[in-house]
């Protein structure tokens, strides 16, 4: 098992930047990937980034390379979400996720936070 709590969203105007933190326990944080999901109202929970154990390999949505990088501390158990330049369109409930193997799909992921809200005027 894995529990998993998300802290650092907000409301944030258009261009500005927000870090999501993402807090593990249980099961040895170094032996999962993780991955930083989104969910918009009435759209289907998508991929944002993700990040291999080590933190060697990493994965950007189109929407949001350049913009966004995922970082991981397996000293804290810890993984971020740096979000600059964000857009009205980030606005979404942000969700950490842990699994074993690295992948971007959300059925890929057996374990998940509670999701904290982000929400970018324009």
């Known amino acids: 098992q894995v529990q998993l709590v998300e802290s650092g969203g907000g409301l944030v105007q258009a261009g500005g930047s927000l870090r999501l933190s993402c807090a593990a326990s249980?099961?040895?944080?170094?032996?999962?990937?993780m991955g930083w999901f989104r969910q918009a109202p009435g759209k289907d929970r998508e991929a944002v980034a993700a990040?291999?154990?080590?933190?060697?390999?990493?994965y950007y949505a189109d929407s949001v390379k350049g913009r966004f990088t995922i970082s991981r501390d397996n000293a804290k158990n810890m993984v971020y979400l740096q979000m600059n330049s964000l857009k009205p369109e980030d606005t979404a409930v942000y969700y950490c996720?842990?699994?074993?193997?690295?992948?971007?799909?959300?059925?890929?992921?057996?374990?998940w936070g509670q999701g904290t809200q982000v929400t970018v005027s324009s």
């Open positions: 249980g099961r040895t944080f170094s032996s999962s990937a």
């Open positions: 990040i291999s154990r080590g933190g060697g390999r990493t």
């Open positions: 996720a842990a699994d074993t193997t690295y992948g971007r799909r959300v059925y890929e992921y057996d374990y």
